[in-house]
């Protein structure tokens, strides 16, 4: 079950020849503890496999047609193989905040400049790194961590914190009788 709590508020300031407008935007997501697969036993993908991949080992492969996956499958040769550790369990909490502020300038009575910016990020979940223990192996979480960073595996969901959206535009009414209009907006999102 998902439950999802939003705080928002835009306001308005007017004065003299401009308008700015601001606001934030809070979200927080809330979901129950929810089972994901993760493949215990491990799992093989066998995808179409690229002969390119034999010819620094046997001369004369590089000639040979690519595999396709039932080829590769007959081959014991899988593309992939993903097998998942730790608790198939999971409560997940995600944060999402936005702000913005514009300005409506009025620079004459026929031309009109907008600009702003927005910025948003998600604070995606971390989880801590705990060690793996069975009847085979054991690893600590710090042998764990060494493995990660030389993997460049990141627990949780990667931050993307650069999102930045500025926009600029313009209205200009040429002759100043509003019934001909030029509109020019840029904005990256």
Do not use: C, M
Not at 17 to 31: E, L, M, P, R, S
Not at 39 to 68: D, E, K
Not at 144 to 172: H, M, S, T, W
Request: glycine share 8%.
């Amino acid at each position: 079950v998902e439950k999802r709590y939003e705080v928002k508020d835009n306001f308005t300031l007017s004065k003299g020849n401009h308008t700015a407008k601001f606001g934030v935007d809070f979200n927080y997501v809330d979901i129950d503890p929810a089972r994901f697969e993760l493949n215990f036993s491990g799992l093989f993908n066998f995808g179409s496999f690229p002969v390119s991949a034999f010819s620094a080992l046997v001369p004369g492969f590089a000639t040979a047609p690519a595999l396709t996956p039932v080829q590769a499958y007959g081959s014991g040769l899988p593309q992939t193989f993903v097998q998942g550790f730790g608790t198939s369990t999971s409560k997940v909490t995600n944060k999402t905040i936005g702000v913005f502020a514009q300005d409506s300038w009025k620079v004459r009575s026929n031309l009109t400049l907008n600009y702003g910016i927005r910025y948003d990020v998600e604070l995606t979940p971390t989880f801590p790194t705990t060690g793996v223990t069975s009847d085979r192996f054991s690893i600590t979480a710090q042998q764990l961590d060494a493995a990660e960073r030389a993997l460049n595996v990141i627990q949780g969901i990667p931050r993307d914190k650069n999102n930045f959206a500025p926009r600029i535009g313009f209205a200009y009414d040429p002759k100043g009788d509003g019934k001909t209009v030029i509109l020019i907006t840029h904005y990256l999102h």
